[in-house]
């Protein structure tokens, strides 16, 4: 009997043994997360306005305004190929929206298309993250001027140019005219 006793003292021993090791660390990681003391209260998500919000799509003057507002409301992301365009397919791309800007003179003093050095960015508004876009940024040289360069991948576009020496000689005249002619280039 005493033997019998000692079993049933060892099952039993086993049994709380390994209810404490299954059930502690279950209510140790509820407690940790807040759920057995109702601290994280759960959000009900509505998801008619997600799809609706991930619809929205930028215009190309919202894109352009995405562009200037500078880095305090945008985060960039590098990203290894864009969506639409290999890095020969955005340089080809970036290369034919450059011809089109007149004061660039890209026909005569142009650089070749592998000399434009550019890489995708996701580009996501700090504010309103449904308004994403993703851009090729970068640079390139002519006539000894550096330029920085955006071009936008959904439409093909040119968003910015800006010549990247300020100490270039007539700077700002010239960043006004390609400016302007970016401007017209921009709504034709």
Same mark, same amino acid.
């Given at each position: 009997m005493k033997h019998r006793l000692s079993n049933i003292r060892e099952i039993l021993a086993v049994i709380v043994v390994t209810?404490?090791?299954?059930v502690?660390? &279950? /209510? &140790?990681? *509820?407690? *940790?997360?807040?759920?057995?003391?109702?601290m994280k209260p759960e959000i009900p998500v509505d998801t008619v306005e997600i799809q609706k919000s991930n619809a929205e !799509?930028?215009?190309?003057?919202q894109r352009r305004d995405m562009i200037r507002t500078g880095e305090a409301?945008?985060?960039r992301i590098s990203l290894k190929t864009g969506n639409a365009y290999s890095l020969y397919e955005a340089r080809k791309q970036c290369y034919r929206e450059l011809?089109?800007?007149?004061?660039? =003179?890209?026909? /005569?003093?142009?650089p070749v298309q592998r000399e434009i050095d550019i890489s995708p960015q996701l580009l996501v508004n700090a504010k309103v993250?449904? &308004?994403?876009?993703?851009?090729?940024s970068g640079s390139l040289e002519?006539?000894? /001027?550096p330029y920085k360069i955006v071009l936008d991948e959904d439409s093909g576009k040119l968003l910015s140019i800006q010549i990247a020496d300020e100490n270039i =000689?007539? &700077?700002?005249?010239? !960043?006004?005219v390609f400016e302007k002619e970016l401007e017209e280039y921009f709504y034709q």
């Open positions: 209810g404490i090791i299954t502690v660390p &279950y /209510i &140790y990681f *509820q407690l *940790q997360e807040g759920h057995l003391l109702g !799509q930028l215009n190309l003057e409301d945008v985060e011809c089109k800007i007149p004061a660039l =003179k890209m026909d /005569i003093d142009g993250p449904s &308004y994403s876009m993703i851009i090729w002519i006539k000894d /001027i =000689k007539e &700077y700002e005249k010239l !960043q006004e």
